[in-house]
């Protein structure tokens, strides 16, 4: 799994709460994102960051948040959850410092229920 | 805008056939391809990647995958598969050069039978 972890593995909540998920890399990788995975649509881009405070928006970014304070953690809080956030959450990393960033490793994943 | 078609969402195959899954991207701009694959209950493994060079690309666990220009595809072939390629498969596109964005693919099913 190329040194990250993701925690919580598995969580439930409640419509309008808010989640935080972590992602923690071991690896000194510059660049991180974020996917979830919804049946029928593969895995769409969340977030990403290309550096420590620096990050940008995928394709489904509404409703959720990131931050970045050291590279080795990247966060993704869902700010007020709801239903149809309900997915598998993956973090990936890319880039060892060698400005190579073309392949992506991923972790084991988060699955998230909102009720 | 890159964007990704994976043809069939169920392969369903015997034991020591031959498998092809199948994939065509869009994109305005040079792009790189790969091809994912996730176990039940597990994270993504690369299976193989296109970057430049020569079209035709090896991988993991016996995998190959065609890069055809022209025809905007990158299909993954096996000549003899296992029960334990079981899986979804992934193929993803991004821009090259860029942030690495990657644009998937819904996934193919492989079933491979007794």
């Known amino acids: 799994d190329a040194g990250i972890t993701q925690s919580p593995r598995h969580k439930v909540t409640e419509t309008g709460t808010p989640v935080t998920l972590r992602c923690h890399q071991t690896?000194?990788?510059?660049?991180m994102y974020w996917y979830r995975q919804d049946p029928g649509h593969g895995l769409r881009l969340i977030h990403y960051?290309?550096?420590?405070?620096?990050?940008d928006k995928g394709e489904v970014s509404d409703g959720y948040s990131v931050s970045r304070s050291k590279t080795e953690d990247f966060l993704l809080t869902l700010e007020s959850a709801t239903s149809s956030q309900t997915s598998v959450y993956f973090c990936?990393?890319?880039?060892?410092?060698?400005?190579?960033?073309?392949?992506?490793?991923f972790g084991p994943g988060t699955r998230l229920l909102v009720l | 805008a890159q964007s990704v078609t994976q043809l069939d969402s169920q392969v369903p195959v015997f034991e020591e056939a031959p498998v092809e899954l199948r994939c065509n991207y869009s994109?305005?701009?040079?792009?790189?391809l790969f091809w994912y694959v996730q176990y039940p209950n597990q994270g993504l493994q690369l299976l193989l990647k296109?970057?430049?060079?020569?079209?035709l690309v090896k991988g993991i666990n016996g995998f190959e995958a065609e890069f055809n220009k022209s025809q905007t595809s990158f299909h993954l072939r096996k000549p003899s598969v296992h029960i334990s390629d079981t899986a979804e498969y992934f193929c993803?596109?991004?821009?090259?050069?860029?942030?690495?964005?990657?644009?998937f693919g819904a996934g193919t099913r492989l079933a491979v039978h007794p």
């Open positions: 990936a990393i890319s880039d060892p410092g060698t400005g190579r960033r073309e392949t992506q490793y």
């Open positions: 690896e000194n990788h510059r660049y």
């Open positions: 960051s290309y550096g420590v405070k620096d990050t």
């Open positions: 994109s305005s701009v040079s792009v790189y």
């Open positions: 296109y970057l430049s060079g020569s079209t």
């Open positions: 993803a596109v991004s821009e090259a050069g860029g942030y690495n964005k990657l644009i």
